[in-house]
């Protein structure tokens, strides 16, 4: 057991080690990476051939500031996810594949996942 995570921060990062042995992006279908703070969310669509950062959102920026006030984090969570399949068809990506970060797929992530999908993007 000489994986075994201590605190709940460690724990994530051994699922995140644990699924991008398997989860990789390439040109034809690059990864959806996820990252969440305590009060914001980022994703990057990252084409990992190449090194390059394709697309990006988070609810920091400007244009969604004014669009998520008043609103709890999964709404948020939502717009982001809207916002970069909005950006990944510009850029001409369809496909993808989804890497969670090794957060748990439901609250804020499952809600970004949803309103991607909805935006047109297929993982």
Known sequence: ???????????????????????????????????RSLHHIYVQIVDDERGHTVAHASSLEPELRTQTQG????????????????RAVEAGIKLAVFDRGGYKYHGRVRALAEAARKGGLLF
């Open 71 to 86: 609103k709890n984090k999964s709404e948020v969570a939502e717009l982001v996810g809207r916002k970069i399949a909005e």
């Open 1 to 35: 057991m000489a994986n075994k995570a201590t605190t709940a921060r460690a724990a994530r990062t051994v699922r995140h080690r644990r699924l991008r042995k398997k989860v990789a992006g390439s040109g034809e279908r690059p990864r959806i990476a996820v990252y």
